[in-house]
């Protein structure tokens, strides 16, 4: 059984990411089905206790981001490890394939107008990262944004969103928002066999589209599209963790490993009462008795 270091799992501010030296599969952290749950327990009871602590002290925000190739657990990972977290504290937002008005903004607009307020937890499953892997795979979409003077851009655009990214996460990390990067790791062989599972199984028939299959064959684009990714967009104050996703109860608790060490790095406090207020609180304490005889 594997102790769960987070560090083992972050790319490093100026890494270069290959993929394929980064594992989809890892020694268990749990020794069997009840000690998961048992881990799992604590890491949701302690994030939740972290995320009170937070709403209360009202001065981080902090940003979750998942990625991964179809069928990785993100809607897994997140329905888990946020099982117990006061849902006025925290939003999950999903992004597909832009929509018409979305197409008329920069590529930043859509996820940008979504962040999450001071104390609370902002959840993305799939996010403005998309715009440096699905468009990079399908042109296609880029066409459809309108971009002006695109064929003076095509040479330096992904670098030019890189940098555009970089500089968002930067500014909101100047000003409150902790962001946490997950890359869901899944080998080829295991979205195989998930795959052949949401067919198999009527009560997951509704999870599986002809477009995964279609996606499936770019797989080696999207593969070097998330290594230069991960390799441009890794920083200290923003990181990405590659987490290995070939096993889903694994994946879950390294994930809620990850947040959990987040929030308590933040170094957060209860607000503290003034001396005014503290005698406030006795004095009306004190009528809140009386009135009970």
Known sequence: MKAIRIKDHQVRQGDTVDLTSWPTSIDKVYGSKDHYRKILAA????????????????????????????????????????????????????FKHPSATELQHDFLWRT??????????????????????????????????????RPRHDGH??????????????????????????????????????????????????????DDIKERL????????????LSATSTDHAPWYVVPADDKKNARLIVSQIVVDTLEALGMRYPELSADRLQELRAIREGLVAEGG
């Open 112 to 149: 940008t107008r979504n962040l999450p307020e001071r104390g609370r937890i902002g959840i993305f499953n799939r996010s403005y990262y998309e715009e440096v892997l699905i468009v990079r795979v399908h042109r296609d979409i880029l066409r459809s944004e309108n971009i002006p003077d």
């Open 43 to 94: 890491h949701v009871e302690r994030l939740s206790e972290l995320q009170q602590l937070q709403y209360a002290a009202n001065q981080n925000a902090v940003l979750l981001i998942f990625q991964g190739m179809d069928s990785a657990g993100k809607d897994g990972a997140i329905r888990h490890v946020m099982s117990g977290v006061n849902p006025q504290g925290c939003q999950v937002f999903s």
């Open 218 to 229: 770019y797989w080696e684009q999207y593969r070097t599209a998330y290594e230069d990714c």
């Open 157 to 210: 655009l992904w670098q030019e969103r890189f940098r555009s990214i970089l500089d968002l996460e930067r500014h909101l990390h100047h000003n409150g928002t902790q962001i946490v990067k997950i890359f869901l790791h899944l080998s080829k062989e295991e979205q195989r066999k998930r795959f052949l599972d949401r067919i198999d199984q009527p009560d997951k028939n509704w999870k599986f589209s002809q």
